[in-house]
């Protein structure tokens, strides 16, 4: 099992360009999430799903979407790249008591 | 509404002496609580879990936390530390088994010699 999986692991951006961060899970869990992770602030959900079809926000989701079309994949967007999107980003699968998260995608914005 | 408050930014502790990391939250219902571990530049990993059951729980490397319902607290605790203990610990809540995971602000245990 390769667990949670996030690509790209790094990326520089200029304000204004869209990007899609991956995110897989080999392990079929129903449950996916997206954090974003700033100095002093810990993890902030952004978006999760609790299965294929189904998404909803989370602390905050400004400025990304996200879909769920199968239960492996779980990409975030980033429409319109802000230098307040500048974080580390990380993508998290759970069962029913426990989340695994992926190594992270470290986002620079110009 | 959840919340999650982490009393301590940065603990400073000798190699073989104990801490505790403290851990308060807010919730109207049940929760589940959880304390992350972060080493530099890695993900997070689960040190242990309070689900139900006794509110005594342990984890791995020797952690161990205590839930106090009446205080609302999780308290983080381990005898002796190691410099390799030095990492960012996190303290979360969920208030179901949806994944949603509501996390504290982060407390940097760094270990001397």
């Known amino acids: 099992n390769a667990g949670v999986t996030q690509t790209p692991k790094f990326q520089v951006l200029k304000t204004g360009q869209s990007m899609t961060l991956q995110c897989a899970q080999d392990?079929?869990?129903?449950?996916m999430s997206w954090y974003r992770q700033d100095p002093g602030m810990g993890l902030r959900l952004i978006h999760y799903?609790?299965?294929?079809?189904?998404?909803d926000q989370g602390e905050v989701p400004n400025g990304y979407n996200v879909s769920r079309s199968t239960t492996e994949d779980f990409p975030l967007r980033l429409l319109s790249a802000a230098p307040s999107q500048t974080s580390v980003y990380f993508c998290a699968s759970s069962r029913s008591d426990e989340q695994f998260f992926g190594p992270g995608t470290r986002l620079t914005v110009l | 509404a959840q919340s999650v408050t982490q009393l301590d930014s940065q603990v400073p502790v000798f190699e073989e002496a104990p801490v505790e990391l403290r851990c308060n939250y807010s919730s109207s219902v049940s929760v589940y609580l959880f304390w992350y571990v972060q080493y530099p530049n890695q993900g997070l990993q689960l040190l242990l879990k309070?689900?139900?059951?006794?509110?005594l729980v342990k984890g791995i490397n020797g952690f161990e936390a205590e839930f106090n319902k009446s205080q609302t607290s999780f308290h983080l605790r381990k005898p002796s530390v190691h410099i390799s203990d030095t990492a960012e610990y996190f303290c979360a809540v969920s208030s179901s088994n949806t994944g949603k995971l509501i996390f504290g602000q982060g407390t940097t245990l760094q270990v001397k010699p």
């Open positions: 309070y689900l139900s059951g006794s509110t």
């Open positions: 392990m079929n869990h129903e449950y």
């Open positions: 799903s609790v299965g294929a079809g189904i998404t």
